[in-house]
C-alpha cells in the first residue's frame, strides 16, 4: 500500500524531536507498505532545520520518503508563524506532488 502521512511539524531524526509521526512512519515501512511523509521544511520545534530553495524536496530517511515543503521561518508565537502554515497549504496544492498523491491507498493528516 501507499501510505501518505501529513503533518506540518512532524519531527525527523537528527534535527531534534523525532517523535510518533516518524515511529509511525517507519512501522508501516517495516510492514512493506511505500511511506510518504510530509512536512514543513521549518518548523519551531526542531533544534535544526531543512533549508531548501526549492517548492519541495524528498529525501529517503530510514526508509521513509521525506518530502520537505519550503515554508517561511517564524517565531512560534507571531503572524508569520500563520503565513508558514499557508505556505504548507499551497504547497500541498503543488501539481507534481498531486500526482505523486493521487494514488495513495491512505492518507493521514495530524496537526
Known sequence: MKIIYVHQYAGIPNQGKSGRVFSFCTQF???????YLVTSAYSHLRITNKLISDPFEIQIIDGINVVFINCR???????????SSLDFGR????NQLESCFSSA?????GS
Open 29 to 35: 515501512a517495516a510492514m512493506g507498505h511505500e511511506v
Open 91 to 94: 504547497g500541498l496544492k503543488n
Open 73 to 83: 521561518e517564524y517565531s512560534p508565537k507571531s503572524v508569520s508563524r500563520i503565513l
Open 105 to 109: 491507498d491512505w492518507v493521514i493528516e
